[in-house]
């Protein structure tokens, strides 16, 4: 199976490795220093890095985890705070400039990249930096840099079925839902409902289906969506709805239940997903294997290659040159 799908239980327990081999704790830069018990983490990254945070929030729900997909941080961050820096090339402009402003307000900042001028601005600062292996394209390495942001976190926080988290992408890989859900999607746009705990499989999926599927799709969020989204369904579009079960609580699952009721009242192109494993870190990690595969596939059945993002290259170009905000 090409993208690198099959090699992502290696790499995932590599991934972790290497973020819990950093002794975080012993680390000082300057005044800053990383042997405390953090107030917040606040994840920092875009698109395919970006997603690492909102699957870490999902999966330490509970905890103080703050995600941030901008340049500078939030004025309330300071040195309570830890940073995770995410970014998979290290070049993105957004989330050097949210770092080095971080490290320049005191707070703790660690990077998780596979070099770049991410890792070159906070190595030569003396900020720690996780390098994880490289993937076909910042996306396709999401079990690179989200293990690794779960090791670094385990100096910290206690990580919830890691090791079931590996085992059930092998269900994912071959799961034969991937081929049917593509060809059910094919030539429509995929509304995508999944509960709030498990948010980011929905995000996931509508980010693989933009990047490798070159596919507009639309997130509805329940609890919220139960007072907007659902409303469309009234109307035909060229709409296919994609429904995504889990388990989060009894109040989510059964809130699930009756947006797939209604929805299958006025429609019946409705495909639900069932996500496996117990934790919502073992349901993210399957979902976005199962459901990246259903991106690659339908990029199989519209015969556009994957991998080519060209506007994304044509923007990350044309900002390249300029400033970080002032503030
Ligand atoms: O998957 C992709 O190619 C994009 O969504 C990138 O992840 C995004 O542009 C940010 O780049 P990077 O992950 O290198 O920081």
Same mark, same amino acid.
């Given at each position: 199976?090409?993208?690198?799908?099959?090699?992502?239980?290696?790499?995932?327990?590599?991934?972790?490795?290497?973020?819990?081999?950093?002794?975080?704790?012993?680390?000082?830069?300057?005044?800053?220093?990383?042997?405390?018990?953090?107030?917040?983490?606040?994840?920092?990254?875009?698109?395919?890095?970006?997603?690492?945070?909102?699957?870490?929030?999902?999966?330490?729900?509970?905890?103080?985890?703050?995600?941030?997909?901008?340049?500078?941080?939030?004025?309330?961050?300071?040195?309570?705070? $830890?940073?995770?820096?995410?970014?998979?090339?290290? &070049?993105?402009? @957004?989330? =050097?400039?949210?770092?080095? #402003? !971080? *490290? %320049?307000?005191?707070?703790?900042?660690?990077?998780?990249?596979?070099?770049?001028?991410?890792?070159?601005?906070?190595?030569?600062?003396?900020?720690?930096?996780?390098?994880?292996?490289?993937?076909?394209?910042?996306?396709?390495?999401?079990?690179?840099?989200?293990?690794?942001?779960?090791? $670094?976190?385990?100096?910290?926080?206690?990580?919830? &079925?890691?090791? @079931?988290? =590996?085992?059930?992408?092998? #269900? !994912? *890989? %071959?799961?034969?839902?991937?081929?049917?859900?593509?060809?059910?999607?094919?030539?429509?746009?995929?509304?995508?409902?999944?509960?709030?705990?498990?948010?980011?499989?929905?995000?996931?999926?509508?980010?693989?289906?933009?990047?490798?599927?070159?596919?507009?799709?639309?997130?509805?969020?329940?609890?919220?969506?139960?007072?907007?989204?659902?409303?469309?369904?009234?109307?035909?579009?060229?709409?296919?709805?994609?429904?995504?079960?889990?388990?989060?609580?009894?109040?989510?699952?059964?809130?699930?239940?009756?947006?797939?009721?209604?929805?299958?009242?006025?429609?019946?192109?409705?495909?639900?997903?069932?996500?496996?494993?117990?934790?919502?870190?073992?349901?993210?990690?399957?979902?976005?294997?199962?459901?990246?595969?259903?991106?690659?596939?339908?990029?199989?059945?519209?015969?556009?290659?994957?991998?080519?993002?060209?506007?994304?290259?044509?923007?990350?170009?044309?900002?390249?040159?300029?400033?970080?905000?002032?503030?």
């Amino acid at each position: 199976m090409p993208y690198g799908y099959e090699e992502w239980p290696k790499l995932s327990l590599e991934s972790f490795k290497l973020g819990r081999e950093l002794n975080l704790r012993s680390i000082k830069v300057g005044s800053i220093n990383y042997d405390f018990e953090p107030s917040n983490i606040v994840i920092t990254g875009m698109g395919g890095s970006g997603i690492v945070g909102d699957i870490v929030r999902d999966s330490l729900w509970g905890h103080n985890i703050i995600i941030h997909k901008d340049f500078n941080i939030p004025k309330w961050v300071d040195s309570r705070s $830890l940073v995770v820096a995410v970014s998979y090339s290290g &070049e993105t402009l @957004e989330t =050097i400039c949210g770092a080095l #402003d !971080a *490290l %320049r307000r005191g707070v703790p900042v660690v990077g998780v990249t596979t070099g770049g001028r991410l890792a070159s601005e906070l190595e030569g600062r003396g900020a720690p930096v996780v390098k994880v292996p490289k993937a076909i394209a910042p996306r396709f390495g999401l079990p690179n840099l989200l293990y690794a942001v779960l090791g $670094l976190l385990s100096h910290y926080l206690t990580i919830p &079925e890691i090791d @079931e988290s =590996i085992s059930v992408q092998g #269900d !994912a *890989l %071959r799961s034969e839902l991937p081929g049917r859900l593509a060809s059910f999607l094919k030539g429509y746009v995929p509304m995508i409902f999944a509960p709030i705990g498990l948010q980011a499989v929905a995000y996931r999926f509508k980010n693989d289906l933009n990047e490798n599927s070159k596919t507009p799709a639309v997130v509805a969020i329940v609890p919220e969506a139960d007072h907007n989204d659902i409303v469309a369904v009234m109307l035909k579009h060229p709409v296919k709805y994609i429904i995504i079960r889990g388990r989060t609580d009894d109040v989510h699952d059964y809130l699930m239940r009756a947006v797939e009721e209604v929805v299958k009242n006025y429609s019946s192109d409705v495909e639900v997903v069932e996500l496996k494993g117990s934790s919502r870190l073992s349901q993210e990690v399957y979902g976005s294997m199962l459901l990246g595969l259903v991106s690659v596939k339908l990029a199989e059945l519209y015969g556009i290659d994957p991998v080519r993002t060209d506007p994304i290259n044509t923007l990350k170009e044309k900002i390249r040159g300029i400033n970080c905000p002032s503030n």
